[in-house]
């Protein structure tokens, strides 16, 4: 299967900035931090993957290596089937790269201007170029702005710009390091909006997209991968996620008013694995409990024939999902915990 | 139109859009133009026939000396400094990246962004001569034009391949770059800008023939003031013709190994 992004066994390793003291004492000591270290990951055509991780994670070292712009130190990366390292002009074609760092424009040319310019840069003849360009700033909704200088557009619509220069050659893969970056709720919401519908829907567009914002990871990606120091810890869609992090179900039971005695009993209950409690909520339901079954196969209704057999009187039972933020959690708790931290 | 002169054209779109947006900054190189002709032309009238032996080989006009001395010194400048300035005006601004993914070629990136600085350099020259022909009464009745255009060529050629020189080195040092400060500092002083180099003492002016500057300048003047032509212009030619040969090899690998270790060591776009 030709995958839209392959990489394997990745590995970038940049060396550190001597200090002076090294260059006097060790001039020929050459130290290294490893940004990416066997990393291998399978994006699919037409769909969203994101790359999920804190700061400082790898993710844009590994864009910027399927984009060309850096070398990687051993392993291989393949876009479309293409070695990074052999073929930078016929990926180059292939791909958008959204840049979001908004400097990267010029900023006292106008949007339109700007487009044009790496139109050209593009090989996009002059008359391509207009239509193009034109049909872009509708589709990212600029056209009012078009003739604006770059330094006067918000923060969104300079994210638009990137996202449209990144469409201009028409790439098969789109590739976005943290689009949403800077932006206020609402606007982020919208581009994550208009990157499902328009880019991914409309125009099937594969997008392989950074973040570290796990509500974006759950809302736009079909599928990710959680990123720390340079590793991939996991990959899949959110569901396979949790699934394989988290294999236990959760359930809450609210209980009306039950007696101490009760909840002693609960602890000590066989069929439950952890058990919370949370007592003094509102009344009449006042006590909480949290139960974590090990057996997905009808443990639950062992629970609460247990807990209705000792008296207890159930106001309400719901399966309680950890979301992708506490499951990125325990992969980064857990990695810390194992590096000593 | 084609493509390989669509995107040198691009960049001086983009670079005349952005200047010309500095509307007062500008306007005030046209005046900066004109005083500094000013300048030189009260200068010379102060030092009247004074250093008339020396300047004789060149017609004898000290305004007219340093006039093509000052037009054509910003080639040199231009030459050396504009490919690794737009290196890190393109790091520190944030378009290198943005340039780096398109379907351009670094080596045209570079030398295409640097060629609004030529053309300007081109116009500035143009105004000096005029201004000296027309208002100060500089006499290029004689002029070469042909070997005026082709030293021209070869001066950018060989002053180019130090500017690539020095942009391997801005590309991997950021900053301090050696070759673009000795160059303009010893060529300003050794290269017959604002005097002749038969003025200097014989240990340095052996040491001025090492440098292209001193054959470019000669040979404009030469070729300007005195309408020598293409066989005499030789002594000029040919020095410039050499450095070039070697120089410009050496620059383009010294140019692709930074560029190599840039993206080994991710700092392409690094300042």
């Not at chain 1, 003849?125 to 078009?146: G, K, Q, V």
């Not at chain 2, 960049?11 to 000013?38: A, M």
């Not at chain 2, 080989?57 to 300035?85: C, D, E, Q, R, T």
């Amino acid at each position: 299967m030709l995958y839209a992004v392959e990489t394997l066994n990745l590995t970038k390793r940049f060396p550190v900035q001597k200090r002076y003291r090294d260059l006097l004492l060790r001039p020929f000591y050459s130290k290294e931090i490893t940004a990416l270290k066997d990393v291998n990951i399978k994006a699919r055509k037409g769909e969203i993957f994101g790359l999920l991780g804190p700061n400082g994670a790898g993710k844009t070292t590994l864009i910027k290596i399927l984009c060309t712009l850096i070398l990687p130190t051993s392993g291989k990366a393949f876009v479309n089937g293409l070695d990074v390292t052999k073929n930078e002009k016929k990926i180059k074609k292939i791909i958008g790269y959204v840049v979001s760092d908004e400097r990267s424009f010029y900023w006292r040319l106008t949007g339109r201007q700007n487009l044009f310019f790496f139109a050209k840069l593009n090989n996009i003849p002059n008359r391509e170029a207009s239509i193009t360009i034109e049909r872009l700033l509708e589709f990212m909704e600029l056209t009012h702005d078009a003739d604006r200088m770059f330094k006067d557009y918000s923060t969104g619509m300079r994210q638009k710009l990137a996202i449209a220069r990144g469409l201009l050659t028409d790439p098969e893969i789109i590739f976005m390091d943290e689009p949403t970056r800077s932006l206020d709720p609402i606007t982020a919401q919208n581009l994550r909006k208009l990157i499902k519908e328009k880019i991914v829907g409309e125009a099937k567009k594969t997008v392989f997209i950074s973040t570290h914002n796990l509500h974006e990871a759950e809302e736009l990606c079909d599928r990710i991968a959680i990123i720390h120091r340079g590793e991939v810890k996991i990959t899949g869609t959110v569901e396979e996620i949790k699934r394989k992090l988290d294999p236990n179900r959760r359930y809450v039971i609210k209980l009306k008013n039950p007696q101490n005695g009760l909840l002693q009993s609960i602890y000590n209950l066989t069929s439950a694995g952890k058990v919370k409690v949370i007592p003094d909520g509102p009344f009449p339901c006042n006590t909480q409990i949290e139960v974590e079954t090990t057996d997905s196969n009808g443990s639950i209704s062992q629970v609460v024939k247990e807990i209705v057999g000792m008296g207890g009187d159930i106001c309400s039972l719901y399966e309680k999902e950890l979301s992708l933020e506490e499951l990125f959690l325990e992969v980064i708790d857990t990695e810390n915990r194992m590096a000593g931290r | 139109m084609a493509l390989f002169i669509e995107k040198p054209l691009a960049f001086v779109w983009r670079d005349f859009i952005n200047e010309t947006s500095y509307k007062f900054s500008f306007l005030l190189q046209f005046f900066g133009i004109f005083i500094s002709t000013l300048i030189f032309f009260f200068l010379s009238k102060l030092l009247g026939d004074t250093g008339a032996s020396y300047l004789k080989p060149y017609g004898g006009n000290y305004f007219s000396f340093v006039l093509i001395g000052i037009a054509f010194y910003s080639y040199l400048g231009i030459s050396i400094h504009s490919i690794s300035k737009s290196i890190r005006e393109g790091q520190m601004f944030g378009t290198l990246e943005a340039l780096l993914v398109t379907q351009t070629g670094i080596p045209t990136i570079i030398i295409s962004s640097s060629l609004y600085s030529f053309i300007w350099a081109s116009f500035r020259v143009a105004v000096y001569l005029l201004l000296g022909g027309l208002v100060f009464g500089v006499n290029m009745g004689n002029a070469n034009l042909v070997g005026a255009l082709l030293i021209l060529i070869l001066t950018i050629l060989s002053f180019g391949s130090l500017g690539i020189i020095s942009a391997s080195f801005i590309m991997i040092f950021k900053r301090g770059d050696p070759v673009s400060r000795f160059f303009t500092g010893i060529s300003t002083l050794l290269g017959g800008l604002y005097y002749p180099v038969s003025v200097l003492p014989e240990w340095l002016q052996n040491l001025s023939y090492l440098l292209p500057i001193t054959y470019s300048l000669e040979g404009m003047r030469l070729a300007l003031l005195k309408g020598y032509s293409l066989s005499m212009l030789m002594p000029n030619i040919a020095p410039l013709v050499i450095f070039s040969v070697i120089m410009l090899p050496i620059s383009i690998m010294a140019f692709g190994y930074a560029i190599k270790r840039a993206k080994i060591e991710g700092t392409l776009t690094h300042y």
